[in-house]
């Protein structure tokens, strides 16, 4: 069984930065994308940003021009570089993958907590 495993969360002022990180147990061949959700209390799960394996990238509106979503193809590895970080940023914050069109993969998630 593959997991994704995050780290990076944390509390930070408005205005501040994060980076968080997301590794695979295991290699997983063939994924076709990687990237970041969010779920804030009483909200549904959002895409933040997302990474295909040819680099190509998608940001939520909220988020573009302060987030940065990269990626380690032969570490199997996504990061999430988070500037400007506002309190509406606060969440936990999922990694997922999604390898052979088909198969879903999510991390445990991290807490990130922007205070004002």
């Known amino acids: 069984q593959v997991q994704l495993v995050e780290s990076g969360g944390g509390l930070v002022q408005a205005g501040g930065s994060l980076r968080l990180s997301c590794a695979t147990s295991?290699?997983?061949?063939?994924?076709?994308?990687m990237g970041w959700y969010r779920q804030a209390p009483g909200k549904q799960r959002e895409l933040v940003a997302l990474?295909?394996?040819?680099?190509?990238?998608n940001y939520a509106d909220s988020v573009k021009g302060r987030f940065t979503i990269s990626r380690d193809n032969a570490e199997n590895t996504v990061y999430l570089q988070m500037n400007s970080l506002k309190p509406e940023d606060t969440a936990v914050y999922y990694c997922?993958?999604?390898?052979?069109?088909?198969?879903?993969?999510w991390g445990q998630g991290t807490q990130v907590t922007v205070s004002s």
């Open positions: 997922h993958a999604c390898a052979n069109s088909r198969d879903l993969y």
């Open positions: 990474i295909t394996s040819g680099g190509t990238t």
């Open positions: 295991r290699r997983i061949f063939s994924i076709n994308f």
